[in-house]
């Protein structure tokens, strides 16, 4: 039997060997740091047999496999010890996730944070018992009976709705059984540093039809140490949740009015139009042109597009003139539009057409959050058409344009090539043509991806950028997506070399992705304190007393000639409480003007981020602030 390990190396047992006894064979501290293991691709248990010639990855926590099997043994320990300590408690699912796992319960009191309390120190005794998960299968009528002996309504139903030939396994440790698929750890003992986070509300597989049940979160690590810096990290987050900071600092709001409809308020419209008119910047000299199309269209529009057939759920719709009408949740069709409305030649291409365009899309509203999961926002779509030869190159122009920008900000990030999802469009060859192309230009560039299988759009692959922030976590926002689809079915075209008619191909591609989300994350990647170019106010003028009032307005109005961003402060407030007012404003410079200073003709300047106070002229204030703006300094 060969086993290729993913290092390459080629290993020949001459027996059937447990994936654990096969990573024994390569080291004992291997063996010790396994939590599952993946044969020919498929993630499986430790105690899985291995018999025949296979590819063999063993998977610690250092891998998302390993680390989704340790987390979600740690879910059937919190349910275990949720039924030791509830019993009339009815068990649903309990997957790992993300950042650790949950498990929903149902039970008729609902669990308090004294509950969780009890729940982590009866975790730790079963930690401590060392039991063994063991795993079997039975037949779909004995699961269902002894689902039923054991008064789990949720379990029977899961099996019930499960297909016939469906292999039904469960995981057994102690006195609690789960049904499951697995992968977990062959005990609960390496399970030592682990936290309850949170509880909420959740609908019984998803829909509001169904019985709100209770969702208990947690996360799980190897060492204590890295739980204690991942709890580090959940509290710096909370503390700079944009929702917090954008009513602290007067950026946007919610109201009960308009649900997952943001409003921006007049420091969060600076902050906006600042973003756009960077925008603006960047793609007028990569040579796009702007356009604007209607936020509503007509049926017939969606149905050639493929939205109605592929996407109506997510679309809000109305009557008009007898004629059905969707607002748009994608600005493509509309830019399709604008370039069908004349002819075009082979000279014309590329054509970069860009779009600052508000759309549409209906969120269910329990996954509604601030502005990172909103129902309409500003989509900075572009829409490129060219021919096939000139796919690479433009390819790479919009990953140079994303990584001008990110960097700018200073995110990393790392990039997903999405592949063909089931529900798609055209043929095998126009799918295989589009990722090749993808491909193609990510290696020409020698960018490392991943490849995501079937989480293309509908009409053709992407690639995908997650940024990372300042607290290291990660969001999807830049996107490419080549589409030999739209192009056919909206008949666009344009006059090639030989005089003859050719069948243009598209690039979608946005580079903040949704405006208002990419405002949600600077706002959390920031902590608020924006760089001076972005700030909503550069600068707060603080006279120290009336004495000096007037000097203070004459540096006022000079700063606002001068194009500076900056507010008054003249309350009969001492100095003291106006500046620390101002850095909890986190305005990025504090102008603080005394009777030395109108007496010197100067400004004693003090610096948000650092606390330092400095001495200068106005006008080398004023060409400080400039110069940061214009080369948009970051912090």
Known sequence: ???TLKNGEVREYGQPMTVREIAESISQGLARQACAGMVDGEEVDLRTLVDKDCQLAILTFEDEGGRAAFRHTTSHILAQAVKRLYPETKLAIGPSIADGFYYDFDREEPFTPEDLTALEAEMKKIVKENLTLERFTLPRQEAIALMQERQEPYKVELIEDLPEDAELSFYRQGEFVDLCAGPHLMSTKPVKAFKLTSIAGA????????????????????KASELEEYLQRIEEAKKRDHRKLGKELGLFTMMDEGPGFPFFLPKGMVLKNTLIDYWREVHTRENYVEISTPMMLNRKLWETSGHWDHYKENMYTTVIDDTDFAIKPMNCPGGLLVYKSQPHSYRDLPLRMGELGLVHRHEKSGALHGLM?????????AH?????????????GVVRLIDEVYSLFGFKYHVELSTRPEDSMGSDEEWELATNGLRKA????NLDYVVNEGDGAFYGPKIDFHLEDSLGRTWQ?????????????????YIGADGEK??????????????????????????????VWLAPVQAKVLPISDKTSEYAQQVYRKLRESGVRCEYDDRPEKIGYKIREAQMEKVPYMVITGAQEAENGTVAIRYRDSGENVTMTL????????EETRTRKSN
């Open 502 to 531: 050719h069948r243009p191909i598209m690039i979608h591609r946005v580079v903040f992705g949704s405006i208002e989300r990419f405002i949600g994350i600077l706002i959390e990647h920031y902590a608020g304190k924006f760089p």
């Open 442 to 445: 990510l290696e020409e560039m």
């Open 384 to 396: 490129i058409f060219m021919t096939e030869e000139q796919i690479t190159d433009e390819i790479k």
């Open 203 to 222: 609908y019984w597989r998803g829909s509001e039809k169904n019985k709100m049940l209770t969702r208990i979160y947690g996360t799980a690590f190897t």
């Open 477 to 493: 926002c830049g996107t490419i997506q080549l589409d030999f689809q739209l192009p056919m079915r909206f008949e666009a075209d």
């Open 1 to 3: 039997m060969k086993v």
């Open 373 to 381: 999961r909103v129902r309409c926002f500003t989509q900075d779509d």
């Open 619 to 626: 006008e080398e204030f004023i060409a400080k602030v400039k």
